[in-house]
């Protein structure tokens, strides 16, 4: 196998789409043949469980493992529709002073020797959840949607992840991906929201995709299913093309006319919009 790369999916805004692109991206890596496993780092809250459609079959959890109360074999959570996927659920009944540096090391460590993929879903903000995931990244999918709010927000978790991050730390630092969620090319157009190369030119931060507004995401994250993996629509497309980016390989060829809203953002091309 070869090395494991932890990638932390964050924002500095709740509400960005943060938890639907960790199963997004963790679902289409997983698709793809990569063994990967998803890990909920919001404490006290756990959605990810939710949006991955498992949370009927949680029994052990995250903090179980730290604290050695369980195994890392009884927490993880199989997916039943990519065998190449797991979950990692937080759990609701602690709180986030439960996750300390030492005990989840030790268990990415335990997780790098069995998965390719580690994505960590980072709570928003910058309270300890969040902080610990974005420690531990090698890699940063930094999700913001196109307002002023959001980018700025953004522009602080990258700031935390040039500081604080153990990489950063060791002198080197966190590659970096900006992922814009919920974005209409004519409300963008008509100036009620910001363009892709509005956010672009604030952030600084290569461009990984672009994910339209779509009543699909919402419709798949109640239905329990990652969009990657839910029947054909712009969004889905846009998450599976974002993934290709992310694995360094070309542009996707074209097999559906839902292609249409790529085709519009040329994100592939580096043009503006």
């Given at each position: 196998m070869?090395?494991?790369?932890?990638i932390?999916?964050?924002?500095?805004?709740?509400g960005?789409g943060k938890?639907?692109?960790?199963?997004a991206?963790?679902?289409?890596l997983?698709?793809?043949g990569?063994?990967t496993v998803?890990?909920?780092?919001?404490?006290?809250?756990?959605?990810l469980d939710?949006?991955?459609?498992?949370?009927?079959?949680?029994?052990y959890?995250?903090?179980?493992?730290i604290?050695?109360?369980a195994?890392?074999s009884?927490a993880?959570?199989?997916?039943?529709?990519e065998?190449?996927?797991?979950?990692?659920p937080?759990?609701q009944?602690?709180n986030k002073?439960a996750?300390?540096?030492?005990?989840?090391?030790?268990v990415i460590?335990?997780l790098?020797k069995e998965?390719k993929?580690?994505?960590c879903?980072?709570?928003?903000g910058?309270?300890?959840?969040?902080?610990?995931?974005l420690?531990?990244?090698e890699?940063?999918v930094?999700?913001?949607?196109?307002e002023v709010s959001?980018?700025r927000d953004?522009?602080?978790?990258?700031g935390?992840?040039?500081s604080?991050s153990?990489?950063a730390?060791?002198?080197s630092e966190?590659?970096?991906?900006l992922?814009?969620?919920?974005?209409?090319?004519?409300r963008?157009?008509r100036?009620?929201?910001?363009?892709?190369?509005d956010?672009?030119?604030?952030?600084?931060v290569?461009?990984?995709?672009v994910?339209?507004e779509?009543?699909?995401v919402l419709?798949?994250?109640?239905q329990?299913?990652?969009?990657t993996?839910d029947?054909d629509?712009d969004a889905?497309?846009?998450?599976?093309a974002?993934?290709s980016k992310l694995l360094?390989?070309?542009?996707?060829?074209?097999t559906?006319?839902k292609?249409?809203?790529?085709k519009?953002i040329?994100?592939f091309?580096?043009?503006?919009?």
């Open positions: 070869t090395e494991a790369k932890v932390v999916v964050t924002s500095g805004k709740g960005v938890t639907t692109s960790t199963a991206i963790g679902a289409e997983a698709r793809r990569n063994k998803v890990i909920d780092f919001d404490i006290g809250l756990r959605n939710l949006i991955m459609g498992c949370e009927r079959r949680v029994i959890d995250f903090i179980n493992v604290n050695n109360e195994t890392l009884q993880l959570i199989k997916d039943k529709r065998p190449n996927l797991y979950v990692l937080a759990s009944t602690r002073d996750l300390q540096q030492e005990g989840v090391s030790k460590e335990q790098k998965f993929f580690i994505i879903d980072s709570p928003a910058i309270e300890r959840g969040a902080l610990m995931a420690y531990f990244a890699e940063a930094i999700v913001t949607n196109p959001s980018v953004s522009d602080r978790i990258i935390v992840l040039n604080d153990k990489l730390k060791e002198g966190v590659k970096k991906h992922l814009i969620t919920r974005f209409s090319p004519s963008a157009k100036g009620e929201m910001l363009s892709v190369e956010v672009r030119e604030i952030l600084a290569d461009l990984l995709g994910i339209p779509s009543p699909a419709s798949a994250s109640n329990g299913i990652p969009i993996l029947v629509n889905k497309f846009a998450y599976r974002a993934v360094g390989e070309p542009e996707p060829v074209q559906s006319n292609w249409g809203f790529l519009n040329r994100i091309k580096g043009e503006p919009v």
